[in-house]
């Protein structure tokens, strides 16, 4: 007689083990339990009936066959995500999807939208899965068991499913609005619809992606481990074997990968750097650096020196936008040394200035570049319109990096250039008769002003040396920025401190903003030397710091901004990414908003000049016909 077989320990026939004993992934269809339940007080293997449809009989097919079937069926995409994914994990990714879909300084691209939800919901859906594990290792601490029938699961399940549903859907549209909003602030119109859409589902494949490479990596990482331990029997000894290969593929990867790459983007940049814009020709006047008689040849400068020297107004534009007398502006530039010299190059800025006698002018305007060399025309001709021509502008180029590149990899280079340019011109300067030699401003535009203000050791120290300055869009990173902020008046917003009484230091976060706080006081009389800090409220690049990803900043605390949207709310990780993105077309929304700075340099300027017979009706003539004269910007 036959030994009968228990086969109720086994899966059915292609299911996974894990699958058929019912676990988290929740793979194993509603009611199977039940169905066990009944099969096993019964003794009996449960059957379904099929219909032969060629012959007209019935066929009884046991369960597990049709189980199977069905498992297989269900073999997706989501299958394999879920199949080990953490319930606490997958219900934390959904909180961070909601969170990144808040609004935040600018309207968002879809591959905003795309960088916004990934990042947020892998943060959150490792959050959750700790906080899960930590709530089953309690439970299993304190022996801890929860019982409920078949139906009230259900009805649990799709109450949550119901809850999930009708958040999702109210974020959704609550966020669509928010960027409307945003939009209207900033004056820059989106397709809020098709770009929510697509950058949301875009985010969520990203995210999946991501896991599951981050799934592969941790396979990986177990089996390196497992093999090291074969080896290797003591456990303290085989940990330290394998961190030392993890440390050392690490090292690798940094060496051969990310230098490569940077030094492939490096090499393209300067590439870029020795091609004039098209459109752009070599100077005819002395007074400009590569022009005749210059120390420094047209192809030297580099593509952005080329572009500074070949723009700006004329003394016949000049004089005829603001009616009165004007000479020829003296522009000095070098560019970047092959060897990187800074202290060549800020010589050979100084000998062009002493070439065209820039010292004999009334204003000598140090200007810091941007990474590869850019120079802000607003600020640049706003001075020289101002002055009625009556002023010479100093720079150089200190990367052959975009910002976004010398920001990432290179943020020494700034500072050091701008120090060497800086102890240049103003020891040489320092020398000269008081009483004759031009006023002295120093200026620079995002990471311009970052390596600009390294040239002072405070702002005691900057007012020491300098007739006044404008710094427009600091980084929030940038060292005397960071200190005046924090020792501002009690009571004055981030976005706007007011330093002491506002008599030698201001915070502008507009042209209203000149002589007057946040909430309207006026300040006194603006003492010299005048140091102006210009800043939007809606600008990524000055309030973007690493501490978002942790803190709450005050200017969102505050809700004092004059451009953003009024319920831009906080979230940690979440708006460290979407300040982050907003960085990327800081510079694509209308002047007066992000970190498109324009028109109102020339009302901060002529503050600072102290140039009261220029008129209102002038300044806006100014604001009219400047942009006429700017050439390469590409």
């Not at 690798?252 to 983007?265: D, F, L, Q």
């Not at 120390?295 to 009165?324: C, E, N, Y």
Request: glycine share 8%.
């Amino acid at each position: 007689m036959s030994e009968a077989r228990d086969n109720s320990d086994l899966p059915a026939a292609g299911v996974p083990r894990e699958a058929a004993s019912g676990d988290e992934t929740g793979l194993v269809p509603h009611g199977a339990q039940d169905r066990e339940s009944d099969v096993a007080r019964s003794g009996q293997p449960e059957v379904t009936e099929h219909r032969d449809p060629g012959q007209g009989a019935t066929v009884i097919a046991p369960l597990e066959r049709v189980e199977e079937e069905w498992v297989i069926a269900e073999r997706t995409l989501a299958r394999y995500v879920l199949r080990h994914a953490s319930v606490g994990g997958l219900l934390g990714s959904l909180f961070g999807f909601w969170t990144a879909l808040s609004p935040s300084l600018i309207p968002r691209t879809w591959w905003m939208i795309l960088i916004n939800v990934a990042m947020s919901m892998l943060f959150a859906y490792g959050v959750g899965h700790l906080i899960g594990y930590l709530l089953r290792r309690f439970s299993a601490l304190i022996d801890l068991q929860i019982t409920a029938s078949a139906r009230a699961v259900r009805i649990i399940r799709w109450l949550g499913y119901a809850v999930v549903l009708a958040v999702t859907v109210s974020v959704w549209f609550w966020a669509i609005q928010q960027q409307r909003d945003v939009s209207r602030t900033v004056n820059l119109q989106r397709h809020f619809w098709l770009t929510q859409i697509f950058g949301a589902l875009t985010g969520i494949l990203a995210f999946v992606a991501v896991l599951l490479l981050i799934r592969t990596i941790s396979h990986g990482l177990r089996r390196l481990y497992s093999g090291v331990h074969r080896f290797i029997t003591q456990p303290v000894l085989a940990t330290s074997v394998f961190v030392i290969a993890l440390v050392l593929a690490l090292l690798a990867t940094n060496n051969v990968v990310v230098r490569t790459a940077a030094n492939a983007v490096a090499h393209q940049m300067e590439t870029v750097n020795r091609r004039t814009t098209e459109g752009v020709h070599r100077p005819t006047s002395p007074l400009r650096s590569g022009g005749p008689g210059s120390t420094r040849s047209w192809a030297s400068l580099g593509r952005k020196g080329q572009d500074f020297v070949a723009s700006g107004p004329t003394a016949a534009q000049i004089a005829g936008t603001t009616g009165k007398p004007a000479i020829e502006p003296i522009r000095a530039y070098a560019g970047l040394p092959a060897d990187r010299d800074f202290a060549e190059a800020a010589r050979a800025v100084l000998a062009e200035l002493i070439r065209t006698r820039a010292f004999d002018r009334k204003v000598l305007v140090i200007y810091n570049t941007t990474g590869s060399g850019w120079v802000e025309e607003w600020s640049v001709s706003a001075v020289e319109y101002l002055t009625g021509g009556d002023c010479a502008t100093a720079s150089m180029q200190y990367s052959y990096l975009g910002s976004p590149g010398a920001f990432l990899l290179d943020r020494e280079s700034p500072k050091e250039g701008a120090r060497a340019l800086f102890r240049v011109i103003h020891d040489y300067w320092a020398t000269l008769d008081p009483a004759h030699r031009p006023k002295l401003y120093t200026s620079g535009v995002s990471l311009g002003a970052y390596g600009g203000q390294s040239a002072f050791k405070d702002a005691d120290d900057m007012m020491a040396k300098v007739d006044g300055a404008v710094w427009v869009g600091s980084p929030g990173i940038t060292p005397i920025w960071e200190s005046l902020t924090d020792a501002r008046r009690q009571g004055s917003p981030e976005i706007a401190p007011v330093i002491g009484s506002g008599s030698h230091i201001r915070f502008i976060p507009g042209i209203r903003y000149i002589d007057r706080d946040r909430w309207g006081a006026r300040y006194p009389a603006w003492k010299g030397p005048r140091i102006a800090y210009v800043q939007h409220s809606s600008d990524p690049v000055t309030w973007w710091q690493p501490d978002l990803i942790w803190r709450e900043p005050d200017w969102i605390r505050e809700r004092a901004g004059i451009d953003t949207n009024p319920r831009i709310s906080w979230s940690p990780w979440s708006t460290f990414w979407q300040v982050t993105a907003d960085m990327a077309i800081a510079v694509s929304v209308p002047g007066g908003h992000g970190h498109s700075y324009h028109q109102e340099l020339i009302w901060v300027w002529s503050s600072v000049l102290g140039t009261d017979q220029i008129t209102e009706g002038q300044k806006q003539s100014i604001a009219k016909d400047l942009p006429k004269s700017i050439k390469g910007t590409d």
